[in-house]
T-cell receptor
Framework: SAVISQKPSRDICQRGTSLTIQCQVDSQVTMMFWYRQQPGQSLTLIATANQGSEATYESGFVIDKFPISRPNLTFSTLTVSNMSPEDSSIYLC????????FGQGTRLTVV | GENVEQHPSTLSVQEGDSAVIKCTYSDSASNYFPWYKQELGKGPQLIID?????GEKKDQRIAVTLNKTAKHFSLHITETQPEDSAVYFC?????????FGAGTTVTVRA
């Protein structure tokens, strides 16, 4: 089973600023997924990060707001740009495989 | 795309009783169905999963059943304990993408 590490685990940010979340996997994976979980809600897929190509965004999510990097097969970052209080959520990365595991998540609060 | 519905949204059970959560999915191409437990302030933890070629799977007090024809799957927790209190999510995977149910808040009363 894959081990997924996310940093930071939590942060409190001022509106208008940006936060970059890191996701590290202990094995090489072709795809990495970024999810958002708004307070009291289920998980929603933001985008799929592919190594060597641009990320694929789901409906309602755009690259300008959530730029993603995927420099190698074990690492990805998600940036939440120009934050507003509505961006307060848990952000999670995941990798596909035989089983679907998640990192512990990044709890973001925007004030 | 895939649509996953989960019921009930909240479930309160007496310690020692069983808890059952049910999910339905819409895309017959979905072939992997994991269940997650999420405790307050933590990410979702995979507790059990089932693939479309299997009808039932059990792991100690937790079991999952899958009915491909009806496109529904269920989580069964027996002999519930206070530490089973959490939010549980079902999901269905198709083409590597996971679609989640809305979640069930389970409370085990001592």
């Amino acid at each position: 089973s894959a081990v997924i590490s996310q940093k930071p685990s939590r942060d409190i940010c001022q509106r208008g600023t940006s936060l970059t979340i890191q996701c590290q996997v202990d094995s090489q994976v072709t795809m990495m997924f970024w999810y958002r979980q708004q307070p009291g809600q289920s998980l929603t897929l933001i985008a799929t990060a592919n190594q060597g190509s641009e990320a694929t965004y789901e409906s309602g999510f755009v690259i300008d707001k959530f730029p993603i990097s995927r420099p190698n097969l074990t690492f990805s970052t998600l940036t939440v740009s120009n934050m507003s209080p509505e961006d307060s959520s848990i952000y999670l990365c995941s990798v596909p495989g035989i089983e679907a595991f998640f990192g512990q998540g990044t709890r973001l609060t925007v004030v | 795309g895939e649509n996953v519905e989960q019921h009930p949204s909240t479930l309160s059970v007496q310690e020692g009783d069983s808890a059952v959560i049910k999910c339905t999915y819409s895309d017959s191409a979905s072939n992997y169905f994991p269940w997650y437990k999420q405790e307050l302030g933590k990410g979702p933890q995979l507790i059990i999963d089932i693939r479309s070629n299997v009808g039932e799977k059990k792991d100690q007090r937790i079991a999952v059943t899958l009915n491909k024809t009806a496109k529904h799957f269920s989580l069964h927790i027996t002999e519930t304990q206070p530490e089973d209190s959490a939010v549980y999510f079902c999901a269905a995977r198709n083409d590597y993408k996971l679609s989640f149910g809305a979640g069930t808040t389970v409370t085990v009363r001592a």
